[in-house]
């Protein structure tokens, strides 16, 4: 599949920017945005449709906390995949974690081209202690401690993954999603 006709995934921690840098990458390029979380979330709710607690989809952090891990990756793994076949050259903000899954790695490397926004965790608590979206923690260690510690567990993976690395710690969106989108326009996109 080539560049144009695959999915660019912002790929990395939470509060790195791959929602607001995507929302605008996707407005530079012309593509559709698609948000894992919100993806995750509307399975979450068709599920529920015909059950007593049908209705407007929860956070993605509150399904996280209500399911467990184990079944939140499971949603996640089904939503990435549905997202992907839907919307093949959409501009994709993954949910941090979802790197976790094999098959998730599989699918992201077989049909995205997956950019890496990468904070320090001082900047990534920085923006969590300012973010009002419901995030469970991680971890019982203190907010700095936990990013390391997942960060610490995640890197190989977007390491891996990631044709681009673009650090968001001292730059605005905008300037971040021309950056982002120069890369991907590139020779070598």
């Known amino acids: 599949m ?13 509060c790195a920017g791959k929602s607001a840098v995507g929302r605008r990458l996707a407005e530079l390029l012309g593509r559709p945005f698609l948000d894992l979380d919100q993806e995750l979330a509307a399975l979450f709710a068709a599920e529920r449709e ?10 993605a952090g509150a ?37 976790e899954r094999a098959a998730n790695r599989e699918l992201l490397a077989a049909r995205c081209l997956c950019v ?9 608590a920085r923006r969590m202690a300012a973010d009002s979206a419901a995030r469970p923690a991680l971890s ?3 907010a700095i401690e936990e990013i390391a510690q997942v960060a610490a567990r ?7 993954l990631a ?16 950056r982002v989108a120069r890369l991907v326009r590139g020779p070598v996109a």
């Open 2 to 14: 080539s560049a144009e006709r695959r999915t660019i995934a912002l790929i990395g921690a939470r």
């Open 116 to 124: 890496w926004l990468r904070a320090a965790p001082a900047v990534l």
């Open 140 to 142: 019982p260690a203190g």
């Open 50 to 59: 015909s059950g007593p607690e049908a209705g407007e989809p929860p956070p």
């Open 154 to 160: 995640r890197a190989p993976h977007y390491q891996a």
């Open 163 to 178: 044709r681009f690395t673009v650090d968001t710690d001292d730059e605005g969106i905008e300037v971040l999603a021309g």
């Open 63 to 99: 399904i996280l906390l209500a399911e467990g891990e184990e079944r939140f990756r499971a949603l996640e793994q089904r939503a990435l995949r549905a997202a992907l076949s839907r919307s093949p050259s959409a501009v994709l903000s993954t949910g941090g974690g979802c790197v």
